[in-house]
């Protein structure tokens, strides 16, 4: 179904997830508007940087937590002038849950979402690529980013070396 007119199209929010930007949504949101929707895709809080800005300097999302994220999205969400249909990818998954929990968005479309607080095992390739960061305590009140290969292993492990 295609919308023709702003007043028929539901918005869509597009979330992106952790160790990605906006950016990651490029294609996604050319082809939602192509159909028709207003499409939104916001940066989480100190992420409204450009990817290669980020990986030079990850220390403006230093110290931001779940909670603020979640925030962040809610007061977007609250200031639109309807209810949006939420998308979300991995841990930008877990905010469209948390979201809809709170009572916002008519839909909600979780993207292999991370695994929300009390939800366990987690499967040992999710440990594996987050335990470079998640195993050095120092680590706890910064931000920090994936090298090559870790973020490879984690995101882009379907495609070429170039690709990624």
């Not at 597009?14 to 990605?20: F, K, N, S, T």
């Not at 929707?37 to 940087?49: S, T, Y």
């Not at 987690?122 to 987050?130: E, I």
């Amino acid at each position: 179904m295609a919308f023709n007119d702003d007043h028929s199209s539901p918005t869509v929010v597009l979330i992106h997830g952790l160790w990605v930007t906006p950016r990651s949504w490029e294609h996604w949101v050319a082809h939602y508007a192509s159909q028709g929707f207003q499409v939104l895709a916001p940066a989480w809080p100190g992420a409204e940087w450009e990817v290669e800005d980020l990986r030079m300097d990850p220390s403006p999302m230093a110290g931001i937590g779940i909670e603020e994220v979640v925030n962040h999205y809610e007061a977007i969400v609250r200031n639109l002038e309807r209810p949006p249909i939420l998308i979300g990818h991995s841990f930008g998954g877990a905010i469209v849950q948390m979201l809809l929990d709170r009572g916002l968005g008519i839909a909600g479309v979780v993207v292999h979402s991370a695994a929300v607080k009390g939800v366990l095992p987690l499967p040992l390739s999710t440990l594996r690529s987050t335990w470079s960061v998640l195993c050095h305590p120092g680590n706890r009140e910064k931000a920090v980013g994936l090298s090559l290969e870790q973020f490879r292993y984690a995101f882009a492990n379907t495609l070429t070396a170039e690709e990624s």
